[in-house]
């Protein structure tokens, strides 16, 4: 069984950087040939899809976010991160990883989510 948990600060300062980390068990992100992406959804509005990084290690960027956004990942300790600069308050919502399946074309292991909010 695959699972994704999501950690976050919670509350970040605007103008601050925001790091994402999310623990894989059960798979290991370099299998072939998963994508394992960050998604978020603002608070009243639907799912953003923010980036991914690839079982290879590339990683490709929503281009509304792309020049803030940056995902990276130890495959140590199977873990893959989101770092998000500049931050505003529209950048407050509810941040996902999830294993995109080439195989099934879908998103098929989601974590549970994490709430982060940007405030003064």
């Known amino acids: 069984q695959v699972q994704l948990q999501e950690s976050a600060p919670g509350l970040v300062k605007p103008s601050q950087s925001l790091s994402l980390t999310c623990a894989v068990s059960?798979?290991?992100?370099?299998?072939?040939?998963?994508?394992w992406s960050w998604i978020r959804q603002p608070p009243g509005k639907g799912l953003e899809w923010v980036g991914y990084?690839?079982?290879?290690?590339?990683?490709y960027y929503s281009p509304s976010l792309r020049s803030r956004t940056s995902i990276s990942r130890d495959t140590s300790n199977n873990q893959v991160f989101l770092q998000l600069s500049s931050v505003t308050p529209e950048d407050t919502a509810v941040y996902y990883c999830a294993r995109y399946s080439t195989a099934v074309q879908l998103f098929d292991y989601w974590g549970q989510g994490t709430q982060v909010t940007v405030s003064s």
């Open positions: 990084i690839s079982y290879s290690g590339s990683s």
């Open positions: 059960g798979d290991s992100i370099t299998t072939n040939y998963y994508y």
